[in-house]
């Protein structure tokens, strides 16, 4: 028994001068932290001063903002992820219609080039169609036929003379 009080005390006093030297280090640094000067300048504020004549306040503070720093820096990382993936999906979404749109022009800009060639081909046909009708019942209307007949008159005219 006697071994274990020794053990016991000198353990006691080793972890009695743990704890000073573990205040003493403490102590200076929170004697450098008030040295800094702006911690000084936060402490010489209406806030600082009333923290500093309520001690337990101090302390509520402190613990709720060291504990409130992570749920608060979780939500705005899910809120930051949440934007990007919400813009990265309106992109998305946005070059998915782009697509749609650009194939939806390129089949209107198909049919309005098979409407042309068909209307312009049914429009050669009607004009080749009637043109040759016309040569055939109405022989006199050609052109060809109309700048003899004028060029016949002009040279009788010319000889008459």
């Known amino acids: 028994m006697s071994e274990e009080m020794e053990r016991k005390s000198s353990s006691g006093c080793s ?24 911690v000084t300048r936060l402490m010489n504020t209406r806030l600082g001063l009333y923290l500093s004549s309520h001690p337990m306040l101090a302390l ?4 709720f903002s060291s504990l409130a720093a ?11 992820v ?3 993936m919400s813009a990265v999906g309106f992109v998305f979404f946005e070059v998915f219609l782009l697509c749609v749109a650009g194939l939806t022009l390129v089949s209107v800009l198909i049919g309005i080039a098979l409407f042309s060639a068909v209307a312009s ?20 209307l050609r052109k060809g036929d109309m700048q003899e007949e004028q060029s016949e008159g002009e040279t009788l005219g010319q000889k008459e003379m």
Request: aromatic share 20%.
């Open 15 to 38: 972890s009695g001068s743990e704890l000073q030297q573990l205040w003493g280090s403490w102590s200076t640094q929170f004697n450098q932290l008030y040295e800094d000067p702006r």
């Open 60 to 63: 509520t503070a402190l613990l």
């Open 70 to 80: 992570l749920p608060v820096g979780l939500f705005l990382t899910f809120a930051a």
């Open 82 to 84: 949440t934007v990007v």
């Open 121 to 140: 081909f049914i429009t050669y046909v009607l004009y080749f169609t009637s043109s040759n009708i016309l040569n055939r019942y109405y022989p006199h």
